[in-house]
């Protein structure tokens, strides 16, 4: 599984915390889409995500599970992706809720399932920027600083540039993209229709649709059209 995530191109973020009816789960899950990524910023719970889970399984569709509470870890996932924010102020959203995890559930961690993410966290009204209390004023110089420790000191499988709530700067994004080495960039934030959706994903190795599934999800779908369609015309190139 980790070895077909260097291949994703699309994935669909999916909040527990929210509501998506069995129609729409359907067409998000039949789309095309690569992956399924379960995760929020507030609101998750155990019974929550299980239920989520338990409907996404009806499907044959990788679902990850993108740790950001320990009370919404359950089993039945196919990868645990486990954010640590680059750009925190604070060293408890980097490495300390991690090590406490580590110390409480050390024993029973399926290591061979986690990928580390490398997120740096860019607008600065979004919750989870407020929730890390991320330094998101950064020019792309710095962001790019970032990304190579994440990629060239921490080794990080990958790296996410995360927007939350709005479009970024795709100049800044191609910049991080081009800082790295080993490490797969990942982008997420006011992707919403397929134009949004092939600008973002020019500049970055995957893109994560979330929000545009819960107030349109035709435009959602479209996403996936957009880049698969793309696909399709460079393999009949």
Not at 26 to 32: F, P, R
Not at 62 to 72: F, G, K, Q, T, Y
Not at 150 to 158: E, H, N, T
Request: glycine share 6%; with cysteine.
């Amino acid at each position: 599984m980790k070895q077909s995530l260097q291949s994703w191109r699309h994935v669909f973020k999916l909040d527990p915390d929210r509501l998506i009816g069995d129609e729409a789960l359907e067409a998000v899950c039949m789309s095309g889409s690569d992956a399924i990524m379960v995760g929020g910023s507030s609101g998750l719970t155990y019974d929550n995500t299980v239920e989520l889970l338990s409907r996404i399984r009806q499907f044959e569709i990788p679902c990850v599970l993108e740790v950001s509470d320990l009370e919404a870890v359950t089993p039945g996932f196919d990868l645990y992706m486990i954010p640590m924010v680059l750009n925190t102020t604070r060293s408890d959203w980097l490495i300390g809720h991690q090590a406490r995890a580590v110390e409480q559930y050390g024993y029973m961690i399926p290591w061979d399932m986690l990928v580390p993410e490398g997120y740096i966290v860019l607008n600065p009204d979004s919750t989870v920027a407020r929730i890390t209390e991320a330094d998101s004023r950064l020019d792309a110089s710095a962001v790019a600083a970032y990304a190579q420790v994440a990629d060239k000191l921490l080794r990080m499988p990958i790296v996410y540039v995360e927007y939350s709530g709005m479009f970024g700067d795709m100049e800044l994004v191609s910049d991080v993209r081009r800082s790295l080495y080993d490490a797969r960039l990942f982008y997420g934030g006011g992707i919403t229709d397929a134009e949004s959706a092939r600008r973002a994903a020019a500049v970055c190795d995957t893109i994560v649709v979330g929000n545009v599934v819960y107030s349109d999800l035709q435009a959602a779908l479209d996403t996936v059209r957009a880049l698969k369609g793309e696909q399709q015309e460079q393999q009949l190139r």
